[in-house]
Structures are given as structure tokens and as C-alpha cells.
């Protein structure tokens, strides 16, 4: 169930990726008004991060993914129908909000129920969900493309709400342990925990501007929605192939050697999109990212997890770091990077 929630979490993050060269052509955004559309997604998960953690931790995982699902429902129709792009932004930041407290509640679901020498598997099997849903959602935002985002984003609410009655009646067998808000705060700026969270924060720097800049890229060179949500996909997969391979790999051979593996194969596509205006490179550039990703997160997830449990934290802390930076890419890097993207778009 865990893994089924995460996914949902992720098609909506994933969904305006093909959405929005077209937002930015219907309603004259600017570059950074859509880095901020962009980004407000990221802006919400970061401010709820912690606050969603503790939530999870002291009232229970299935109540407040349940609490999201339904906020979500509501944001998703607010968000077909508006047409300021103030309104836009609010209710993406308002998703992000929702999606923190999805996510939190999710990994700590599945992290107190999983045991310690399986923790960097498990942790991959639901973040191979994600990517699945980050595949489902660019395919969605294609359709939404063709047939105009306001009715698909009000059908929307009946699968949230069919999930959120699943959730809400499956069984929860395992029992958090209650912790006061001084104490989650001592941890969370303890060495360890800040540590773990730059293994996290640094390469979502990249992701911030990937989320932006490639998509923005290849409309710009004369690629259309398709071809933006079909990279996405494609990139979706490998990540989803992926996470539960490196998961595996850091049970066995310890968190740090496909981290750093991933890390390169992650900078090296950064690099090709600097370098090159060719649009077959440029759509590329997500692909050779997710395999980078997908090696990388799920022992840097592992990693938090475990400086979590050694300073003496649940899995609270663990569902962290996800809603505040990896993989929605840093907030303020999804924001720059409109900003940093000169030219503007053609029609898609």
C-alpha cells in the first residue's frame, strides 16, 4: 500500500512536466513565472517536510496520508479551473504540502514495518513506485495537453478517494512511538542527520534544474509535448528498473558505492546539457539522469534512515528529506532555473 500511495504522490509531481510549455504559451508565463510554477511544487514539500514527519510519527502513517489524499482531491480541482497564475501557484504549493504528508506518512508506514538488513530494499521497491508514477504522470499531462487540463484534473479526485478508502481500512499492525517536538528537532540538527541529508540535498541541486531547464530545452528546439512526456517516461522506467537494483546492491555491499556511482552518471548528463544545443542530446540528458538517479537515491534514502536510528528517531525522520528536496529537485533551483533558461518558447 505504501508503494500504491508514493505512486499517486509522484504522477502528480510529474504530471505538469509536458504541461508546461503549453501553460507557459496560453497564459504568456516568463521564464521564471514558470520556473516558479514549477517549482511551488517543491516550495510546499520543503515547508511541510518536517512538520509531516512528526505528524506521521506521533498521529499514526494512515491517518495522515488519508488527511492528504482528501486536501489533494480538492487542490487538484482548484487547480483545473483556476486561471490567475497566482491561483495556479497556490494550489501547486498547496499539492506540495499535501504530497509532503503523503510521502511522510508512506516511507514511515513501510520503514516500521521493515526490518534493518532489508531497509535499503525496501526503500527501492517504493521508490520504484515513485518513478513508475513519475512515468504515468508525464503521459498523463500529455493527454491532458491534447484534451485540455480541466476535466482530467477534476476526475482526478476519484482515484485519490478511492485510494484514501483503501488506506484508510487496511490493516496497520506495527505502533510508532510517540515523540515530543524538542526531541525530533535535536536530531534533526545532530551531525548525523546533516550529514545524511546532504547526501540527499547536494544532487537535488540538479534536479531542481532538470525539472525546469530540460523541458523548457527541447520545446525551445522544436520538440512538442510528446516528445517532452514520452523523455520523461523513458527516464521513468530506467529509474523504476533501477531503485530496487541499488537497493539491493547497498544492503549487500554498503550505501556508499552506488551512491557515488549514481552521483557520476548524474553530473555527466548535467554536463551534456551544458555543453549542447542538439535536441537529440538534450532529451537525452533526463534519461542518463534517472540512471543516476535510480542508483543513488535508494541508498541515500538508507542512509538518512540509518543516522535516523542512531539518533535514537523512528522512522520520522526518514520520510524527511523526500518531501523536502529528492527527487522534486531543491525549490529554489526549480525557481532560478526559468530564470537561467534563455529564449523563449515556441508553440508545442
Known sequence: MSSVVVFVDMLFLSILTPLLPTYVSRLG????????????FAWGAAAAGLPAGFLAQNLGPRRVICWGLLALSAMSVLYAWATPVAILDISRFVQGICG??????????????????????????????????????P?????????????LFT??????????????????????????????????????????????????????????????????????A???AGVYIAAAVVEALLAPISGHWSDRAGRRTPYLVGLLIFCTGL????????????????????I?????????????????????????????????RVPRGDPADASHGGSSFTGRLTNP
Open 139 to 151: 503521459a498523463i499531462g500529455a493527454v491532458a495537453v491534447a484534451v485540455g487540463p480541466e476535466w
Open 271 to 290: 554536463a551534456l546539457m551544458a555543453v549542447t544545443d542538439t535536441i537529440a542530446v538534450v532529451a537525452s540528458v533526463p534519461i542518463v539522469c534517472s
Open 155 to 224: 476526475a482526478i479526485p476519484v482515484l485519490l478517494l478511492g485510494l484514501c478508502l483503501a488506506v484508510a481500512t487496511s490493516a496497520d499492525h506495527h505502533r510508532f512511538e510517540r515523540q515530543s517536538v524538542r526531541t525530533v528537532a535535536s536530531a534533526a540538527v545532530g551531525r548525523p542527520l546533516v550529514e545524511a541529508f546532504l547526501f540527499l540535498g547536494v544532487p537535488a541541486i540538479g534536479f531542481g534544474l532538470l525539472l525546469v531547464v530540460a523541458p523548457l530545452r527541447i520545446s525551445d528546439l522544436g520538440g512538442s
Open 100 to 137: 509532503a504528508v503523503i510521502w511522510a506518512g508512506a516511507l514511515t508506514w513501510m520503514i516500521g514495518s521493515a526490518p534493518v538488513e532489508r531497509r535499503g530494499a525496501a526503500i527501492g521497491t517504493v521508490t520504484g513506485a515513485g518513478a513508475v508514477g513519475g512515468l504515468v504522470g
Open 226 to 228: 510528446s516528445l517532452i
Open 29 to 40: 508565463l516568463s521564464d521564471s513565472e514558470a520556473g516558479l510554477l514549477t517549482s511551488a
Open 292 to 324: 543516476g538517479g535510480g542508483l543513488y537515491i535508494s541508498p541515500g534514502f538508507a542512509v538518512f534512515s540509518d543516522a535516523a536510528e542512531k539518533s535514537g528517531q523512528d522512522c520520522t525522520c526518514s520520510a524527511e528529506p523526500r518531501d523536502a
